[in-house]
């Protein structure tokens, strides 16, 4: 199932209003740039697309989707607006420290393989 296809103007708007970022200043950059944050660390640096009446679709809908922490229907959510910004860090948190706790333990394989070998 593809994501679903926004203006990219709407995804600006809801970028900007809801994700914890720390914009980028100075950039020479057309695009806004800044890092998503939970709380005062920086998790991953992203690229907001700019608000004009292009489509944002495909691979670059899913791209950013996976960098916002959401899956497809979060997603949707998020940009249709029915996703508050206090929502959305609480979904940001959950799969962040998901994400975390997976690399820890795959970090664990591996030490415990080379301590094997």
Do not use: D
């Not at 994501?3 to 990219?8: D, G, S």
């Not at 920086?42 to 959401?70: C, D």
């Not at 415990?112 to 070998?117: F, P, V």
Request: glycine share 6%.
């Amino acid at each position: 199932m593809a994501f679903q296809v926004f203006k990219e103007s709407e995804v600006n708007k809801s970028v900007l209003k809801k994700a914890p970022l720390k914009i980028k200043s100075g950039s020479k950059s057309k695009h806004i740039t800044g890092w998503l944050c939970i709380g005062e660390k920086k998790i991953i640096h992203m690229r907001i697309p700019n608000a004009h009446s292009k489509e944002f679709k495909g691979g670059k809908a899913g791209e950013l989707a996976r960098k916002l922490f959401l899956n497809q229907p979060e997603y949707k959510s998020f940009i249709e607006c029915s996703m508050s910004a206090v929502e959305y860090e609480i979904v940001l948190k959950r799969e962040y420290e998901k994400e975390e706790k997976l690399k820890a333990e795959e970090f664990k394989k591996l030490e415990e393989a080379k301590k094997e070998s």
